[in-house]
């Protein structure tokens, strides 16, 4: 089977579907027809421009190259972290947390799938390396996301709670335990999910796309099926983090709950 | 204060429950406090507060039953204020206000500190269990030596329980030298 190449007609009909959905929205006044086509501007020009520095990069590899462009994804995924949350930590501290959790976890997870399970020469040749981190971070940064989300959320609402066991000498975490515990939960439910689905209810995207490309879908099953096991622990890994520093970051040293350590909304 | 019951009184707004956190070390402040000779800041927050109870005005609850939010269960205290040890078993969403309240002191109570900052700790009882709690907290201070700093707005009460009193407002401290004492 050889791989059919999409022209740019091909993408305009996907893109007069997408046109479709904004006269819609405008019709029924939902007020998103200006979001969707911000957004699929945004996705057409995002990934053509990735695409065209991956074309440059799988020409001349380069190990420094391949680091910055690690190190812009990583920042932008911090970014959005933060900018997701409704009651996010104020300061450096929004972006601080959820970029040191995804760093310490998707960094680390396809170190290790790169080195020791996959084993390309050299290990960060960019075909592995920039898909393998980059589906690492978009799921990692959605757990890290819902987690700091909720425990900011809940440490809000449940203050007077958290102070009225501080007033029977219980110490910081014991206060904030359910909390934690319900917002890594929260965190790590839908990749979980998704493992538990995969190949009943959807077909996973890298999967479909290898096999679009040509590639034996055995061979396909078996990569979906280890960057599955690599994102639930990479998401695990990132939300355990982000939720246990964000939640430390509520109280300070006398272990007084400091609400004023989250962003005014 | 040297094991003493202090009243404190004064105006909605003048910053009663503001000094009790402050001395529970719940807000931010500058203000230095000693326990006997340790300065509060030698040990843990909550080290010093297991010894520096508060008592809100609105007490808390954050699992289904009321057994689940002690440590330990006073059979003794709870006998005082009118409760059987079946109580342990009860359903929190079905407790009255009364109930949660005089609770609430049972709970603190029994970690036993050694400083108690009551917040109208009778404010929502009937007047059979007003006497019921300011007679465990005389036995209570009886047994074992403890400081009490008592918010309250009834004048007789004041009478009944301080050693002295002092008024607030605005901020401000003020002994109230033409209090009644009975210890």
């Not at chain 1, 993408?11 to 029924?28: G, N």
């Not at chain 2, 030596?145 to 309250?152: I, N, T």
Request: proline share 4%; charged share 15%; glycine share 8%.
């Amino acid at each position: 089977m050889h791989l059919v190449t999409l022209t740019p007609i091909d993408l305009v009909m996907a893109a007069l579907l997408v046109a479709l959905l904004a006269a819609l929205s405008m019709r029924m006044q939902l007020g998103l027809a200006m979001e969707i086509t911000i957004a699929a501007a945004r996705t057409t020009v995002q990934l053509l421009l990735i695409g065209l520095i991956l074309k440059a990069l799988f020409a001349n590899v380069s190990l420094l190259w391949i680091a910055l462009i690690a190190f812009v994804m990583l920042m932008v995924a911090g970014h959005e972290v933060m900018t997701r949350q409704q009651r996010g930590l104020a300061g450096w501290w929004g972006f601080g947390v959820g970029t040191v959790s995804m760093f310490i976890s998707s960094f680390s997870v396809t170190l290790l799938a790169l080195v020791v399970i996959i084993g390309p020469d050299p290990w960060y040749t960019p075909q592995y390396a920039i898909p393998l981190l980059g589906m690492m971070l978009g799921n990692t940064m959605s757990g890290v996301t819902l987690g700091m989300d909720r425990l900011t959320q809940a440490a809000w609402q449940q203050r007077t709670i958290i102070e009225a066991r501080l007033m029977l000498g219980q110490d910081w975490a014991q206060t904030i335990a359910d909390i934690r515990r319900e917002s890594m939960r929260v965190g790590m439910i839908p990749t979980i999910n998704a493992m538990a689905t995969a190949g009943l209810v959807s077909l996973p995207g890298m999967m479909t796309g290898q096999i679009l490309a040509g590639s034996p879908p055995v061979e396909a099953v078996k990569y979906q099926i280890l960057i599955m096991f690599l994102i639930t622990a990479c998401t695990g890994l990132g939300t355990v983090a982000a939720v246990w520093i964000g939640s430390r970051r509520l109280f300070d040293d006398r272990q007084r709950l400091r609400l004023d350590h989250l962003r005014v909304r | 204060m040297h094991d003493e019951c202090v009243c404190l009184e004064g105006p909605s707004g003048a910053g009663k429950t503001l000094l009790l956190r402050a001395i529970a070390d719940l807000d931010l402040h500058q203000g230095r406090v000693y326990l006997d000779d340790i300065e509060r800041n030698t040990i843990s927050g909550s080290a010093w507060r297991r010894q520096v109870g508060l008592l809100p005005a609105e007490s808390q609850w954050w699992r289904d039953t009321v057994g689940e939010h002690f440590e330990h269960t006073d059979h003794d205290l709870l006998d005082r204020l009118g409760f059987d040890n079946e109580v342990m078993t009860w359903q929190v969403s079905r407790l009255s206000s009364g109930e949660r309240q005089r609770l609430a002191l049972v709970r603190m109570l029994s970690l036993h500190p050694r400083v108690l900052l009551l917040d109208e700790p009778t404010a929502s009882l009937d007047p059979d269990n007003v006497q019921r709690v300011e007679e465990v907290i005389k036995h209570y201070r009886n047994h074992q030596p403890a400081a009490v700093l008592w918010v309250s707005h009834d004048p007789q009460q004041i009478a009944r329980v301080a050693n002295r009193s002092l008024y607030i407002n605005k901020g401000q401290l003020l002994p109230r030298p033409d209090s009644v004492c009975i210890s």
